[in-house]
């Protein structure tokens, strides 16, 4: 696998050169916390972890939500997320193209399945259905109708392998955001 780069600019770079704010993002990654149960889960004070919490948001890694509420959270931003978490962009990126992908591939499943009904019998069969009915004409018609037969068309197999190979990858990328949610 490719060693992922984050580029950090230098706010950034600042605010996660100190272990107490690494520590404070990968806390918030858990879920989003008030500045006094961040205070008591780092054994610091709040003045001490408000500052540092500064430094985070002066970055662009955590933001404050104040919802009209006593209580005021803090929660990582995206930034922050994906410093944290960098496989997570990839997982939706993967999401979004196997699900449009697969759409496409419907859409041409059903444009090829869907035939006109002079085409599936071929040209003759009309020709032997307004003709007067004798011996050759009716031979004819019943080759026809055998071609029609063999010329339907067959199973898309390329287009079932695709949809059930971006249907397991819609999945498994579903299934992995599910499974970091709880």
Same mark, same amino acid.
């Given at each position: 696998? =490719?060693?992922e780069k984050i *580029?950090? &600019?230098?706010?950034?770079?600042k605010?996660? %050169?100190?272990?107490?704010r690494?520590?404070?993002?990968?806390?918030?990654d858990?879920?989003? @916390?008030m500045?006094t149960?961040l205070?008591k889960?780092?054994?610091?004070s709040p003045?001490?972890? @408000? =500052?540092?919490?500064?430094?985070?948001s002066?970055a !662009?890694?955590?933001?404050?939500? &104040?919802d009209g509420?006593?209580w005021?959270?803090?929660?990582?931003?995206? @930034?922050g997320e994906s410093?944290?978490? +960098?496989?997570? *962009?990839?997982?939706?990126? $993967?999401?979004?193209v196997? $699900?449009l992908a697969?759409?496409?591939a419907?859409? &041409?499943?059903?444009? *090829?399945? $869907?035939?006109p009904y002079p085409?599936?019998l !071929? %040209?003759?069969?009309?020709? %032997?259905?307004?003709a /007067?009915?004798s011996? /050759?004409v009716?031979?004819?018609?019943?080759? *026809?109708?055998?071609t029609?037969?063999w010329?339907a068309p067959?199973? +898309?197999w390329m287009?079932?392998?695709?949809?059930?190979?971006?249907g397991a990858a819609?999945?498994a990328?579903?299934?992995h955001?599910?499974?970091?949610?709880?």
């Open positions: 696998m =490719e060693d *580029t950090l &600019d230098r706010e950034s770079f605010a996660l %050169a100190s272990d107490t690494v520590s404070i993002l990968k806390s918030l858990e879920r989003r @916390k500045l149960e205070s889960q780092l054994g610091m003045s001490t972890v @408000k =500052e540092h919490m500064d430094n985070l002066k !662009g890694l955590v933001v404050q939500i &104040d509420h006593k005021k959270y803090y929660e990582l931003t995206r @930034k410093i944290l978490n +960098p496989v997570d *962009t990839r997982i939706w990126i $993967i999401l979004s196997s $699900i697969m759409i496409v419907v859409g &041409d499943l059903i444009r *090829t399945s $869907i035939q085409q599936m !071929g %040209a003759r069969s009309f020709d %032997a259905l307004n /007067p009915a011996a /050759p009716l031979e004819s018609a019943q080759k *026809t109708a055998e029609a037969v010329s067959a199973v +898309p287009h079932v392998a695709a949809l059930a190979i971006l819609a999945a990328c579903v299934f955001i599910m499974r970091k949610r709880t």
